[in-house]
């Protein structure tokens, strides 16, 4: 391994980076959750990154998204079409952020300090955690939902005790901080073995809707309510933004799980294998599903939980809701705790742990009252979906451009832990990225308040990544003794 003591790097012959020396960092801006991965800590190989994915795209939120857009009025090639262009969009910048993680083994926070500064940072990684301490909430009503309708299963009078559904809700709250304070090892166990189970259980729901439905011949001949084009285009445009806003938290934080990859292969097949086909096959069951419901039941049901406590077997009931709870337990884990644990982290690091800004997210995630955010589909799809992808599509775009086109892939670590390195800019904040996020985030908003520019809104993670994306290019361009070119070559294979 080839090293180089001025920068205080080493790196691997396949161009994988690490810390020489952690001599000099500063203590305000370094911690042990926070520090880039050794080389020999990146394990995770092309089938635990998409057993990963497995594990992520398996969700309750997955299901009420596809089923959410048959409820609207789509038919089932026209949702299964909506998913599958939003996850292939998506799956670009997922890949791409994902490439500093892996090849310097650094989290989301520290990343965004690149862009935005070692202090500038805090305000991309604090937006993304209000966004993961939102879905960690919407996580863990849906999980403590199925286990009280598990217990009221077996347990019929368990269905009118008033406290039931808080303490099942604080349950599976407790559930999730045992994984989280485990640490990111424990995460992975319980991704790889409970991603075949997710398939199975998600196969066997399929199974019941062809029966009860007599085939998919019933289901899939269900027509769109949409009697002309530009009506189903009025509702397809933000349903696919909705789409990419759904990922669109992961395609940013996605460092804090990419950089335990053992290299740039693995972290893209694993995620090119596990997120679109994935998504694609549980998107189909919930469309499928949901079509079924209106056959069997005569109305649409979007929420698996009360569908399933519809089963007439208790034991059937008892599985299907067990694989909920499984289900939503390994989304949350991953998904929404990781990102703002780090997030806090980043904020206070002499104080504030990975595990310590985990439950730090389950307090916040309750407190954001999830059951609101999911009253209906569409305060669900058009309100939460699109409302925050608003502000992450910018992140997302001045990463891109800052990492690949201006730095050219080349990043000096030494310097994202320290205070006058190359990344202070102005008393630690980039005010070309602050701008360019907040003039992003704006553009989009706009189509809130004049109808005649609704289309801002209805594409807000587009506009605030396109808008975004160019006006940082051109203001770091515009910089005043800013060379794009001096940064570090450390990062230039040899």
């Not at 519809?310 to 884990?333: D, G, H, M």
């Not at 799809?381 to 451009?401: Q, R």
């Not at 670590?413 to 008393?427: A, H, K, P, T, V």
Request: one cysteine or more.
């Amino acid at each position: 391994m080839s090293e180089d003591p001025l920068l205080k790097m080493s790196r691997s012959p396949d161009g994988l980076f690490q810390l020489r020396s952690e001599e000099g960092l500063d203590p305000k801006l370094f911690n042990r959750d926070l520090a880039p991965t050794r080389i020999g800590e990146r394990t995770w190989t092309t089938y635990n990154i998409a057993a990963l994915w497995v594990g992520l795209a398996v969700n309750i939120p997955t299901y009420m998204l596809a089923a959410g857009l048959i409820e609207g009025g789509m038919n089932w090639w026209q949702a299964l079409l909506t998913i599958t262009l939003g996850n292939l969009i998506v799956l670009v910048p997922m890949v791409l952020n994902a490439h500093a993680g892996t090849r310097f083994g650094i989290p989301f926070p520290v990343l965004a300090r690149v862009s935005f500064g070692v202090r500038g940072s805090n305000i991309a990684s604090l937006l993304r955690s209000a966004v993961a301490c939102g879905w960690f909430g919407i996580q863990t009503w849906i999980g403590g939902s199925a286990i009280q309708a598990l217990l009221s299963s077996l347990y019929p009078p368990w269905a009118d005790f008033s406290l039931g559904p808080a303490l099942c809700f604080a349950a599976f709250w407790l559930v999730n901080i045992y994984i989280i304070v485990r640490g990111s090892e424990s995460i992975r166990f319980l991704e790889d073995w409970a991603a075949p189970f997710l398939i199975v259980s998600g196969l066997a729901l399929l199974a019941w809707a062809l029966y009860r439905a007599g085939g998919l011949g019933p289901i899939l001949s269900r027509p769109s309510r949409f009697e002309s084009f530009g009506e189903f285009f009025r509702f397809f445009v933000p349903s696919l933004t909705a789409m990419v806003g759904f990922w669109a938290t992961l395609a940013l934080n996605i460092p804090d799980l990419m950089r335990y990859a053992r290299g740039q292969r693995e972290q893209m097949l694993g995620q090119l294998l596990g997120l679109p086909t994935t998504m694609v096959l549980y998107a189909f069951i919930g469309v499928a599903v949901t079509s079924a419901t209106m056959i069997v039941f005569g109305e649409a049901i979007w929420d698996p939980v009360q569908l399933l406590s519809r089963f007439e077997s208790p034991l059937l009931i008892a599985v299907a809701l067990f694989a909920v709870a499984v289900a939503t337990l390994t989304t949350n884990v991953a998904a929404n705790v990781v990102a703002p644990a780090n997030g806090f982290a980043n904020l206070w690091p002499e104080k504030m742990t990975f595990a310590r800004g985990g439950i730090l997210t389950g307090v916040i995630g309750i407190a954001m009252m999830p059951w609101k955010l999911l009253e209906d589909y569409g305060t669900y799809i058009f309100g939460w979906l699109i409302g925050y992808s608003g502000f992450l599509g910018p992140i997302a775009g001045i990463f891109v451009v800052d990492y690949f086109l201006i730095r050219k892939r080349n990043l000096s670590l030494y310097d994202l832990y320290r205070r006058g390195g190359i990344y202070e800019y102005s008393s630690g904040v980039n005010w070309s990225a602050v701008g360019a996020l907040f003039a992003g985030a704006a553009t989009a908003f706009i189509g809130l308040l004049v109808p005649s520019l609704r289309a801002l809104y209805d594409y807000a993670w587009f506009v605030g990544f396109g808008v975004a994306s160019v006006l940082y290019y051109y203001l770091m361009a515009a910089e005043p003794g800013l060379d794009l070119d001096a940064v570090p070559v450390e990062g230039t294979e040899a």
